[in-house]
């Protein structure tokens, strides 16, 4: 029913719950008593399958530690470091660092990313990147959503203030770009499977 699995990128673990369908009141006791009026909003079954797999993955990892979210809706343990939650059809990840904040996204990947990437594309990735490539697309818009999360605000456009750079297959070079300060951080962006993973290895850090 569940299978998990954890990649290490640098001081960075991205834990990964694999799942089908099962039913969520069977694992109900994974939820902390505030978690399960969350759980009773949600009408859809696949919605409600990843808020459960999701607290099952955060009780693997961390026990009965409640997740809390920030004003931004940023989630975090109180005294486990830095966390990002993500999750893809059937697969949630929990990315957990000690020493630096992280984004993590799961993406699934989906042709319709063509029909859109003039929504996110900046001129210099239109020019560098092979805008083709469903899998290199998916790689850029969920790069895009893990610069996101670090990036501690709303309101983006992402074409303008959310940059990457590939190095490689993997290794990317992301770009948090706002008028009063500019970030750069090293991002790990690969493939697993049928969705993309995309993370930070290393702290953002602002320029000079």
């Given amino acids: ?5 954890t990649k290490k990128y640098g001081p960075v673990d991205v834990h990964l719950l694999y799942y089908e369908n099962f039913v969520t009141s069977e694992h109900e006791h994974n939820l902390l008593p505030g978690e399960f009026e969350r759980l009773e909003k949600l009408k859809h079954p696949a919605r409600r399958r990843e808020f459960v797999a999701t607290r099952v993955l955060r009780t693997l990892v961390f026990g009965n530690d409640p997740i809390h979210y920030s004003a931004l809706g940023a989630p975090y343990i109180e005294g486990e470091g830095f966390i990002s939650i993500s999750h893809a059809p059937h697969v949630v990840g929990l990315a957990t660092c000690t020493g630096f904040p992280v984004g993590l996204d799961l993406e699934p990947i989906r042709s319709k990313v063509l ?3 003039h929504k996110f594309l900046s001129v210099k990735e239109r020019a560098s990147l092979d805008t083709e ?3 290199e697309m998916i790689k850029v818009w969920s790069g895009k959503e ?3 999360k670090l990036a501690g605000r709303k309101a ?3 074409k303008e203030s959310l940059l990457l750079t590939k ?3 993997e290794h990317w070079e992301g770009r948090i770009c706002f008028p009063e300060s500019k970030r750069n951080v090293t991002m790990n962006i690969e493939r697993s499977n049928d969705f993309v993973i995309s993370v930070n290895r290393g702290a953002p850090c602002y320029e000079e």
Avoid: D, G, P, W
């Fill in 115 to 117: 029909r859109v990437k």
């Fill in 156 to 158: 983006i456009i992402f």
């Fill in 146 to 148: 893990a610069l996101y």
């Fill in 133 to 135: 490539s469903v899998v």
């Fill in 1 to 5: 029913m569940f299978h998990t699995e």
């Fill in 167 to 169: 190095i490689n297959s």
